[in-house]
Nanobody
Framework: QVELVESGGGSVQAGGSLRLSCVVS????????IGWFRQAPGKEREFVAR????????AYGDSVKGRFTISRDNGKNTVNLQMNSLKPEDTAVYYC????????????WGQGTQVTVSS
């Protein structure tokens, strides 16, 4: 079992940048995926990015490719999401999540952090 705590949200103007962090506590296994999701008011939850705990294999949602970068800080058990060229449509609550393997659902979730991008 793992626990996830997000930080780094805030307000920024369009074109700006923010970096979100997710501290992963517990004993994540090498097969774990750590993902970022977001949910805007009135919209379904959307996949943003994920990274494999052991090898750093990454994947991104189409709407953020080329603008967001997910990475892992091994020494701090932290997964970061660097968000550049932010757009108003990136406004949402961002959640960090974990799953124990690629074929399993995400079952561990953080509390979320708000990102607001103004035009």
């Amino acid at each position: 079992q793992v626990e996830l705590v997000e930080s780094g949200g805030g307000s920024v103007q369009a074109g700006g940048s923010l970096r979100l962090s997710c501290v992963v506590s517990g004993r994540p296994r090498s097969s774990y995926d750590i993902g970022w999701f977001r949910q805007a008011p009135g919209k379904e939850r959307e996949f943003v990015a994920r990274i494999r705990w052991n090898g750093g294999i990454t994947a991104y949602g189409d709407s953020v490719k080329g603008r967001f970068t997910i990475s892992r800080d091994n020494g701090k058990n932290t997964v970061n999401l660097q968000m550049n060229s932010l757009k108003p449509e990136d406004t949402a609550v961002y959640y960090c999540a974990a799953r124990i393997a690629q074929n399993r659902p995400y079952e561990y979730w953080g509390q979320g952090t708000q990102v607001t991008v103004s035009s």
